[in-house]
């Protein structure tokens, strides 16, 4: 069996630094190395003692390049790729302008699986390891998702998008054929690989109650699944679900009394949430999704990470491709940096990169597997160059420890900061 023996700095997490000082989370070796075997990491220490002890490894050194767990993508939209970056509306005009018009697009497999690759490609190139996708309404279009996955051999968590009001006639379907649709889909894919299905319904204002409480009993049949939806974005959305439930106590409350609250329930966006709802999320354990660059490019408004993470709640960090402005899980931080300040509070860098691994693994219910740079996870990993620009380079020169090093990178990195990935122990020949 081919053994890899990577070298360089590395950085990893024994803990939580959001919820514990940070340094006490925090495993990093300024010359460590990383053994790769049969897909997974088996050896993690000293890079000389690792080489001593493994001469038959391949070497493969990185210098004073940065090995982590690759990045983690805890919540995006696949069929948004072709509309990222779309000016001047707000959630809803933004859904109804750009993105529904290209969502039916993808009633087409051939163009799903040109989207689907395109986007799994990109994210590659950014040092994305595992995204968690919605797809369309379209089953075609989860299986062009999860087949573009499975190419790469990548630990993918997507479903089909189920809306049955609110929505233009070619993008709706109904209780029924949500329920049996994603069934279906489940079968086919739910554990086939590194696979892992999300019933999804999109948001209660597409979903009608009979919709919802069909999805809430075929989560109960399917428990081992997960569950991603869209919770508390914007205050108009939060308006007009108030208006389309108004027996519902909250917005969590529209999930809740459907059976579309629990543990592995995954809450993109979360922004402006009620005591109850916060109280709830924490009870059951469901985690939230952090997308700062769409917080920000969509004018939705300043998640309260701290305040959550210390209320107990799982908390994951995601792009929200094509609401959000950025493929890459750097630019992702930077913007959770900059959220941050706004409200007072200077992430720290390792905590930054623990919310890009750890954070958004421990959302998807796959700590240990994904995200992690320790014994016996999955050989997903990205290497980062600390001086990938000019810009970059001259500030990280005057770094004297790794966080100096790194929060250049962190700020004003992209994909030419990803000087390699590997998943599931295969080289992904990016650089
Ligand atoms: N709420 C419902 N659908 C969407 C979507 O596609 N993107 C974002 N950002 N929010 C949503
Ligand atoms: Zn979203």
């Known amino acids: 069996m081919t053994k890899h023996l990577l070298l360089g700095r590395t950085l990893g997490f024994s803990g939580h630094p959001l919820t514990q000082d940070w340094a006490d989370a ?162 086919r894919w739910h554990g086939t690989g590194r696979a892992t299905y999300a019933i999804t319904p999109r948001f209660s204002p597409t979903s009608t109650p009979d919709q919802l409480a069909a999805l809430g009993a075929l989560w109960a049949a399917h428990p081992t699944c997960l569950m991603q939806t869209h919770l508390s974005e914007q205050l108009p959305e939060i308006a007009w679900v108030r208006d389309l439930f108004p027996q519902a106590r909250d917005y969590l409350d529209t999930y809740e009394a459907f059976g579309l609250l629990g543990a592995r329930g995954i809450y993109g966006h979360a922004i402006h949430l009620e005591p109850r709802e916060i109280a709830r999320l924490a009870e059951v354990g469901a985690a939230v999704v952090h997308c700062p660059t769409s917080n920000s490019f969509i004018g939705s408004g300043l998640f309260d990470l701290i305040g959550l993470a210390r209320a107990g709640l799982t908390i994951g960090l995601a792009t929200d491709t094509g609401g959000g402005s950025s493929f890459s899980m750097l630019r992702t931080m930077a ?91 295969v080289r992904q020949g990016i650089a």
């Open 26 to 187: 925090v495993r990093y070796d300024p010359a460590g190395g990383v053994l790769i075997a049969a897909g997974k990491i088996t050896a993690l220490g000293d890079g000389a003692a690792l080489r001593a002890a493994h001469p038959d490894a391949r070497l493969v050194d990185y210098g004073d390049k940065l090995i982590s767990a690759g990045f983690v993508d805890a919540h995006m939209h696949y069929p948004q790729t072709g509309i990222i970056a779309s000016w001047g509306k707000q959630l809803i005009d933004w859904l109804n302008t750009y993105t529904f018009p290209e969502e039916a697009r993808l009633a087409d497999p051939a163009y799903a699986a040109a989207i689907a690759n395109r986007t799994i490609d990109l994210a590659v190139a950014h040092g994305t390891t595992t995204l968690t996708s919605f797809c369309t309404i379209h089953p075609a279009s989860v299986d062009a998702f999860f087949t573009a996955a499975a190419a790469r051999d990548m630990a993918v968590v997507a479903g089909k998008t189920c809306m049955d009001r609110n929505a233009p006639d070619n993008l709706r379907d109904t209780a029924q054929a949500a329920y049996d649709d994603s069934a279906a889909l489940i079968t």
């Open 335 to 425: 913007a959770a940096y900059e959220i941050g300040q706004l409200r007072g509070v200077a992430l720290h860098p390792a905590q930054l990169m623990w919310l890009a691994t750890e954070g958004s693994a421990q959302a998807l219910h796959m700590s240990g597997q994904i995200g992690h740079l320790g014994l016996g996870a999955a050989a997903d990993i990205t290497v980062l160059d600390l001086a990938s620009t000019p810009a970059i380079a001259q500030r990280s020169a005057r770094a004297d420890d790794i966080w100096d090093a790194l929060f250049p990178t962190i700020m004003m990195g992209d994909d030419r900061a990803v000087a390699d990935v590997w998943i599931a122990g």
